[in-house]
C-alpha cells in the first residue's frame, strides 16, 4: 500500500516531475531510455528497500533484514584538517542498541508488516542521498549509473546499489517541445531559448542550493 506514490515504473507526479523506480528496470539501457535527452534540471537520489518475501513471514529473517539495513553507512564520511597538526574524520553511527526488543516484537505479524507498510513508502520519511543539477539529465544520469562513477562508488562503499534506487526528476529547463508549438519560426525559437538560458542555469543552481540545505543529502559533500 502506498501513500504518496505507487508502485509503478515510472511515475509522472506533476507537468514537470518524474520519480523513477530504477530495481524495477532491467540494465541501464532500459533506465536510460526513459530519462528525456537535451533537457536540464534538478535530481535526487533515494534509497530504495528491497524486502525480503520470506521476511514478511518469518521472523528471524526479518530481524537479520532489518539489521541489515540499519548497519549500511547513512551518510559519506567526512574529513578535515584541524589546525595545527591533526586531521578529524566523522562517519555515521551504525550500532542498534534495540536488537533484543526488535526479536521480541518480530513475532507479532502486525508489527511485521507494519515496519514494511513504512518502508515501501520511505520517501515519506527519507533524505535524499543525493542531490544534483545538470544541463542534460540524461548524461548526466548516465554518467552516474557508468560503472566506477564517484557517486555509484561512493554509495556502493556504503552498502547502497545506485542501479536500485529511486530517482526523481524535476524539469527546469523549458521544454523545446511546447515552445515549438508556440513558434512557428525556428530563428525566434533560438532567441526565445538562448534568452532565457542565463535564468534557467540560475534556476537550477539556485534549486539545488536550496533544496541540499533544506534536506541535507547524505552522501553530497559540497551544497550548490
Known amino acids: 500500500m502506498a501513500w504518496l506514490h505507487g508502485n ?10 518524474v520519480l523513477y523506480d530504477l530495481a524495477q528496470m532491467r540494465g541501464n539501457n532500459a533506465i536510460l531510455s526513459r ?30 533484514y532489518i539489521i541489515e539495513e540499519l548497519c549500511k553507512d547513512h ?7 584541524l589546525p595545527p597538526a591533526h586531521r578529524i574524520r566523522l562517519q555515521s553511527e551504525t550500532s542498534f542498541p534495540k ?7 518480530a513475532v507479532d505479524s502486525f508489527f511485521r508488516q507494519l515496519v514494511f507498510m513504512l518502508l515501501d513508502n520511505s520517501l515519506i520519511f527519507q533524505q535524499p542521498l543525493y542531490i544534483g543539477k545538470t544541463t542534460n539529465l540524461y548524461s548526466r544520469i548516465r554518467s552516474h549509473l557508468s560503472e566506477g562513477s564517484i557517486l555509484r562508488e561512493r554509495l556502493a562503499a556504503a552498502g547502497h546499489k545506485i542501479h536500485r534506487c529511486r530517482l526523481l526528476i524535476i524539469h527546469t529547463y523549458s521544454d523545446s517541445s511546447i515552445v515549438l508549438n ?15 538560458e542565463c535564468s534557467e542555469l540560475s534556476s537550477d543552481k539556485l534549486i539545488e542550493d536550496i533544496l541540499s540545505r533544506l534536506f541535507l543529502p547524505s552522501f553530497t559533500l559540497r551544497y550548490g
Open 75 to 81: 551518510s559519506a564520511p567526512r574529513e578535515t584538517r
Open 99 to 105: 536488537e533484543l526488543l526488535l526479536k521480541e516484537l
Open 182 to 196: 508556440d513558434f512557428n519560426d525556428n530563428h525566434e525559437l533560438h532567441n526565445q531559448l538562448e534568452d532565457s
Open 8 to 17: 509503478d515504473v515510472v511515475q509522472q507526479l506533476s507537468e514537470n516531475v
Open 35 to 64: 530519462i528525456p535527452d537535451n533537457i536540464g534540471g534538478v535530481y535526487a537520489w533515494y534509497r530504495r528497500f528491497e524486502i525480503d518475501s520470506n521476511a514478511i513471514d518469518d521472523p528471524e529473517i526479518f530481524v537479520n
